[in-house]
């Protein structure tokens, strides 16, 4: 089942996403210097015993290595290796290209309601497709992923250059292009449209161009979400 929504509710649901991830990495930036602070403090008073000296120095250099990539950190919430792989490998694309991406998954993911290979299709479509039309600014791709107790939720919004295509256009094999966007959200369509429990939402606000992307997948026993 597709869906195709472009009323203000779906622009305030990307513009929530955006505040739930700002509000999470500030408290982490806030827990980051309280830490250190902590430390720093700790070494000070530590200075005559060398052997806790060279502990705390251990803990600060590990410390400091998962700071450094917050995010890495929580694909230990991603049971399947091969759904972590997906996300690695664009966190890595990222770092590597300097490109701004916040992830979100605040909880254990543990089932995919779909069949595995279709889920890692479509993840890489969608991620893929946020990195090759993003505006080339400091704007953040945000990226959630949430086990819920109906189903598994995943979400995308990047910020992107203004289009003349309508929704249903960006979708439609042969319509789009890689410079105007839509690439591969036609396969994704394709795919999905196979699953009674799989629902695509997808929504761009001409107003903030935030370009927005979300699948739910309802488990076996529960009912759609929408």
Request: charged share 25%.
């Amino acid at each position: 089942m597709i869906s195709f929504q472009v009323k203000e509710r779906q622009h305030q649901e990307s513009l929530q996403l955006y505040q739930i991830n700002e509000e999470y990495y500030h408290h982490l930036e806030e827990f980051k210097h309280d830490y250190k602070s902590l430390l720093f403090s700790l070494k000070i008073t530590l200075q005559e015993n060398k052997e806790t000296l060279e502990f705390l120095k251990i803990l600060e250099d590990h410390s400091a290595a998962i700071f450094e990539k917050p995010q890495i950190q929580q694909l230990t919430n991603i049971v399947s290796p091969a759904v972590r792989g997906v996300f690695l490998k664009f966190l890595e694309k990222a770092e590597s290209e300097k490109i701004p991406i916040q992830v979100v998954i605040p909880v254990e993911v543990k089932t995919i309601p779909i069949d595995l290979v279709v889920f890692i299709r479509c993840l890489s479509i969608f991620i893929s497709n946020a990195f090759d039309h993003r505006v080339a600014d400091q704007s953040p791709i945000t990226i959630n992923l949430l086990e819920e107790k109906e189903g598994l939720r995943f979400s995308i919004a990047n910020k992107a250059n203004p289009t003349n295509l309508t929704l249903s256009e960006m979708v439609k094999r042969g319509k789009t292009s890689k410079k105007n966007g839509g690439l591969g959200l036609y396969s994704a369509k394709k795919m999905l449209d196979v699953y009674e429990n799989a629902e695509l939402k997808i929504d761009f606000s001409k107003q903030n161009h935030c370009f927005f992307v979300e699948m739910y997948l309802a488990s076996r026993k529960s009912k759609s979400a929408y």
